[in-house]
């Protein structure tokens, strides 16, 4: 059995691929966070990638009535047939997409919605194009699964994201897929219709798929609302999820939309992988889609717009580099004013140890100018933004 | 981009390991089941791998509150502080196991915890034993992640359970863990201590981890319910759940009991991979190891003990051959009698077509005899219980 692991104790070592999972920095920051709250120091958390707002009222209610009803056995691992056509029905509502509920598979979370588009399409070894920065979750899932993450970076000059044209010039051997967000995280930007068009023409053109993550959906400001599954659904994979713009984040429920061969495929890798999702948050999710919740979303949309409205030029007046406006989810990534000399991590460890202003370090998202980068989640309402941007200029006055 | 696989219209080919997990034969027939009773037979379901039983009362009012309270952000990947400390507890008051929260790490189910230990400890081509019979998803899982389950074949004379007398015989270089189940899901057999130590000292002496499923702990009828954590932390993965001993199915909540250094590796998998369990879940599942929940469950238990006691002998008297009386689960693994000669495909196929018994087929569970054996789940009450032992009687007359 030997190895080349070390081994403590004659205990048995652990993967060595799992080992290669590094924490967030992000998460050291966060604990290092509550120990300075916890010693009566006032920190204003914009590393968090959750909406401060709670779950609507409805959603609440429409769970509280699934546990008075008793509604707690297991779902078919597809999720429920009422939930696959209310997510169907959006998408023709809001997006004039016909599609059947046979193309929607519900998972728990867009992170279970990753895992079951990953383990569907890929064989250990293929390739996989990502952009960097990028959410960090692609890449580690990939390579628990054997899969190899091709990071292209990516910057201002196109957004942050992989164009076709940027893509077709870093394609390489054995690429399989090819994975974009929009609205994007770390970076906020938004693909249109036209890019993803392009994007889906490659990918067709050179035998990949296209996966594209819109679990930031709905969460745009003054740009068009669109999504993918307006491609069809040839070597297409649409994630989603409850979390971000529906306010249910701790329910972990998400969705994936492909052909139906593919939603048949996810269907046994689910009842394998994860039995079903969660039935009670499967019920509340029904009243996401009510009247009622759509109008509390909008108005909390243009509350996160308004932020932005703010942030963006404050961050930009103390000399943070945001060379494009960013359309959408509730990030700003900015790029350190020239003069600042340190690297990202030390900045934001600084910035929370001198001012209590918690920021996420370009570190957590890729390579690619990592450590000239900060991400600035505006998931605060204004006033705690303004009293932020207060603390940082005094920061960036001593520096 | 040849691979050598079929492609529809130039689409995207699905991975042959993903189109390789097939369905579970129970979803056809549960499938068919219900057609049936659309049609307006009666059908009565000892296919189900779920309890009966609704969500205690407690649990469903303690979720409840939690929603109201607008508990519904993330958690720690790793579970609610105050969920591991409770779990930690229920070890120490109930099996005498002195444990701390740091051994524990709350996941998305006892599914969830499987794929953290298997994606902590294996590499790529890593071999585990397994009995077979056994629970279908350790393999399935398995092979998503590039590892190889050896499977054993295990009968009534070792109990349907891996002793370390026949690991040891079965065992083949490249074994890096194995898995038991105990009380075992299809058999409903239960190991003792001294199997379980027996177990741990060999995969100690061969460099390997032993995992132990006791998902269904707790359900032991008459024998004494332990925990393979009596034998410390070393080598040792327990996995666990609220699913069917705490009646939280749907909920989907479980956990690993392990080394500290594994629980910070499966943490930083669990971020990756699911974020963390579902919130409200946990909050609900602080008042399982409440007093009131736990008179609940053993009335429970004893019902299923009831179930089993009426079911067993009966089953026997109609030739079904169950040598050892399972002591744990609600499962009976019952071999066809001798007389019948077609496959328990085929027998469970005209079981349900002719009277409307909706039972689970042996090769679900493995390869191992699996075509003269089946499982009935007693997860329904004595009278449907004794109505579907006439129709089964009257089945075999006609035979």
């Known amino acids: 059995m030997s190895r080349g692991r070390d081994s403590l104790d004659g205990s048995v070592p652990l993967a060595a691929r799992a080992r290669a999972v590094q924490p967030f920095h992000v998460m050291r920051l966060l604990a290092r966070a509550h120990e300075l709250e916890a010693a009566g120091r006032s920190i204003i958390h914009l590393e968090v990638g959750e909406p401060d707002f709670a779950t609507p009222e409805p959603i609440l209610a429409a769970g509280q009535r699934a546990l008075a009803a008793g509604l707690t056995h297991y779902t078919p691992a597809a999720g429920l047939a009422e939930l696959r056509r209310a997510i ?45 920065p990028s959410y960090p979750c692609y890449r580690q899932v990939l390579r628990l699964l054997g899969a190899e993450p091709l990071s292209v970076p990516v910057g201002a000059d196109s957004d942050f994201q992989l164009t076709a044209e940027r893509a077709e010039r870093a394609w390489s051997p054995g690429v399989r897929a090819l994975v974009v967000a929009s609205p994007a995280n770390p970076t906020g930007s938004v693909l249109d219709a036209r890019a993803l068009a392009d994007l889906h023409a490659l990918c067709r053109e050179r035998g990949a798929a296209l996966i594209v993550d819109e679990i930031y ?86 509350a996160f717009e308004t932020r932005r409205d703010f942030l963006l030029p404050a961050l930009r007046e103390l000399g943070f580099r945001i060379p494009n406006r960013p359309d959408g989810a509730f990030y700003l990534y900015a790029g350190l004013p020239e003069r600042v000399r340190e690297d990202s991590m030390a900045f934001v460890t600084r910035l929370l140890e001198e001012v209590g202003v918690a920021v996420t370090p370009g570190h957590d998202f890729g390579d690619h100018a990592a450590g000239r980068h900060l991400r600035f989640a505006y998931t605060r309402d204004l006033d705690p933004l303004a009293e932020a941007v207060e603390r940082i200029a005094s920061f960036m006055e001593r520096l």
């Open 88 to 132: 169907a029905g959006h998408y023709g509502r809001r997006y004039g997409v016909d599609l059947g509920p046979e193309h929607i598979l519900v998972a728990p979370g867009a992170s279970g919605a990753l895992q079951l588009v990953f383990s569907a399409l890929l064989e250990p070894g293929d390739r996989v194009m990502i952009g960097d």
């Open 217 to 302: 959906q709905g969460l745009v400001y003054r740009v068009p609302d669109v999504t993918a599954l307006a491609l069809g659904l040839d070597d297409l994979y649409v994630i989603n999820s409850f979390s971000k713009y529906f306010g249910m984040t701790g329910w972990r429920l998400g969705w994936v939309a492909g052909s139906v061969e593919s939603i048949q495929v996810m269907d046994r890798l689910s009842q394998n992988l994860f039995i079903a999702a969660n039935t009670p948050a499967q019920h509340a999710a029904l009243a996401a889609f009510e009247p009622e919740t759509l109008a509390i979303l909008e108005s909390r949309r243009l």
